[in-house]
């Protein structure tokens, strides 16, 4: 590896919300940051435009995560020289509607398992392949703190899917510990994005109520602690989840 070369930081759906965040404040590190978008072009190319504008170096690539071949291509793109540093798998699988099990069909908890993971593990297979022929590399995916957290009425789906990456992390830190590359997961509570404003306000009010911080996350609450996991400063963390909820997960108010 060139050592004196810019690092490269692929961080998937960060068109938006979290992933925006994430891309912003990498860049701020010093990143040269692919900038991954599905359905909005416009949003993206925002993104890259406020990173150039606070003199970091940015782009951004249209594709699929849940789809082998586009997420192949979208690290061979990101790595377009040879080199990437850092992966983020953050893209949100699409939004669903909270349901009990009792009546959530089998078709639709498959598909919602099918989209999180999907979104995860083509990306991780390449990004290693990478990651392993320059002896080096940081993974972080994001995930929630409805994984382990108390269970959320109607989040079985989206909870499993979630613990799934939590453990899905624990092999690849594993596996990929003797390459050189550390895998970590962040587990946001409740952060204030488009996803989480379809949510009645009350709710959001709830939870920074019973939040030991006060207050429910903005994205770059979440953006920092990735950035935390991917420096320096983490050398010898893998395997790890960490909770990114003002101690929500903690609180018994
Ligand atoms: N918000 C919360 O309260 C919260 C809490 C815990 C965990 N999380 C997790 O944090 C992550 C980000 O959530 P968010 O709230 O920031 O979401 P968001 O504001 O809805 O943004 C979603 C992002 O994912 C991208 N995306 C969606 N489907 C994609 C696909 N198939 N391929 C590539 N990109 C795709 C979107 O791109 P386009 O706009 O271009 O389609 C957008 O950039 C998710 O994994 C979510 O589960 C969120």
New binding site residues.
């Given amino acids: 590896m060139n050592s004196t070369a810019v690092p490269t930081a692929l961080v998937?759906?960060?068109?938006?919300?979290?992933?925006?965040a994430t891309a912003r404040r990498l860049a701020s590190r010093g990143y040269r940051v692919a900038v991954?978008?599905?359905?909005?072009p416009e949003?993206?190319a925002l993104v890259v435009a406020e990173i150039e504008a606070a003199g970091g170096t940015a782009f951004a690539i249209r594709?699929?995560?849940?789809d082998p071949a586009e997420a192949a291509e979208l690290v061979r793109l990101a790595a377009a020289d040879g080199r990437l540093d850092v992966l983020v798998c953050?893209?949100?699988?699409?939004s669903f509607t909270p349901t009990p099990v009792g009546t959530l069909p089998w078709e639709d908890f498959h598909a919602k398992l099918t989209a999180e993971l999907a979104?995860v593990y083509t990306l991780t297979q390449h990004a290693l392949a990478v990651m392993g022929g320059q002896r080096g590399g940081r993974i972080v995916y994001?995930?929630?703190n409805v994984a382990d957290g108390p269970p959320a009425p109607g989040m079985a789906a989206h909870g499993t899917a979630k613990a799934a990456i939590n453990t899905f992390a624990r092999f690849v830190a594993a596996e990929a510990g003797p390459l050189g590359v550390r895998v970590n997961v962040v587990a946001?509570?409740?952060?204030r994005?488009?996803?989480?404003a379809r949510l009645p306000k009350e709710f959001s009010q709830r939870i920074a109520d019973r939040t030991p911080l006060g207050r429910i996350a903005e994205?770059d609450d979440v953006a920092r602690a990735i950035a935390l996991l991917v420096s320096e400063d983490a050398a010898f963390v893998t395997g790890a989840v960490l909770s990114v909820d003002g101690g929500f997960g903690i609180s018994r108010i």
């Fill in positions: 998937t759906g960060a068109s938006r919300g979290i992933g925006a991954n978008y599905f359905s909005s949003a993206a594709g699929d995560v849940r953050n893209a949100a699988a699409p979104g994001v995930s929630s946001p509570g409740l952060v994005t488009e996803a989480s994205p």
